[in-house]
């Protein structure tokens, strides 16, 4: 049997994605048949549209590792069709079917929206390690987020907030600043040739404890503005690689450079439970907000790249079957 799904067989723009027919998955031991009702889109999809991410599998590819939905087949011992489950790291999810190994797969409560889910799990999970793992926020510390208007800029913002930390927001659109304060952000700046000396000015010269840096090209700078046994967060390159970092500057300010990346935190199903479950209960106790998405067909999925890539949006972008 056959399933509809947004493909590509070579890589560029968003015009080389094609909406075709594709097997159907079939499951074995252990796993479950997903019926998608919300897919997440990452700009992780469009690194992988134009081959600069690692791919499962043969062309035709297919992207996406978020989503929600219905088990309608299941040869788990933990799940039954009929289930409300979702995930954030089960790869050729843009389809109407997905396969997934129960270890990977979340159970959802009855009041939790697919969309809800198919928004949250992969950025808010992202968030909530690098806030309570890579570095774990102390009251009145100060920290810089950049991309703070991106998606898990917005929920890094907030945790951030939760914790104590005075925060400052940085992006690239000038449009996007007053989002920022009103997420709680103390300062939200542009990110200009000149941010790191105005995160100076605002910290009077002092520096801050730890900056979270998804912009990769900003890398040097985020170094420069973190003070003496501070900490730098670095987990996106959302702007170019980085340039290489002297050992000798982290060395003579006593500075901790981390990496991050959520697969490194989400190696037991009890690691995803848990970061899930926290983040549907700051929802629904009104301490997270996230943003309402903006939705589209599946296979409208090259308009949905394109949107995504455009910067417009301030939610997620999702694609339903």
């Not at 793992?133 to 102390?138: C, E, P, R, Y």
């Not at 300062?187 to 979270?212: M, N, P, R, S």
């Not at 390159?237 to 990496?259: E, F, H, I």
Request: aromatic residues 8%.
């Amino acid at each position: 049997m056959n399933m509809n799904a947004l493909t590509f067989s070579s890589f560029g723009d968003a015009e080389v994605l094609e909406y075709i027919e594709v097997p159907k998955p079939k499951i074995a031991k252990g796993e479950v048949l997903i019926q998608m009702k919300a897919i997440g889109l990452n700009f992780a999809d469009i690194y992988r549209r134009k081959g600069h991410y690692h791919l499962k599998g043969e062309p035709p590819y297919i992207a996406g590792y978020e989503g929600a939905g219905q088990v309608v087949e299941s040869k788990s011992s933990q799940l039954n069709v009929g289930d409300k489950v979702a995930f954030a790291d089960v790869p050729f999810a843009n389809a109407e079917f997905v396969m997934a190994h129960e270890d990977h797969v979340i159970i959802l409560e009855d009041h939790v929206p697919y969309q809800l889910a198919a928004s949250l799990l992969l950025q808010g999970m992202t968030a909530h390690y690098l806030c309570h793992d890579s570095h774990l926020i102390q009251p009145k510390e100060v920290v810089v987020i950049h991309a703070a208007a991106g998606g898990v800029g917005q929920l890094l913002l907030q945790m951030c907030k939760m914790r104590g930390a005075t925060v400052i927001g940085l992006s690239r659109s000038a449009m996007k600043l007053e989002k920022i304060k009103e997420l709680g952000a103390d300062h939200a700046l542009l990110l200009t040739d000149k941010w790191a000396q105005d995160v100076l000015h605002i910290t009077e010269g002092e520096g801050v404890d730890v900056v979270y840096d998804s912009i990769g090209a900003t890398l040097n700078d985020s170094i420069a503005v973190t003070k003496e046994k501070g900490t730098i967060v670095f987990y996106g390159m959302s702007g170019g690689d980085p340039a290489q970092v002297d050992p000798r500057v982290l060395m003579d300010g006593s500075k901790k450079l981390v990496g991050g990346d959520l697969w490194s935190y989400l190696k037991t199903s009890q690691d995803r439970a848990f970061r899930a479950h926290r983040l549907f209960q700051w929802i629904f106790d009104a301490k997270l907000v996230v943003a309402p998405p903006e939705v589209f067909e599946l296979e409208e999925g090259e308009q949905a790249h394109e949107f995504l890539e455009s910067g417009k949006s301030e939610g997620k972008v999702l694609l339903v079957p």
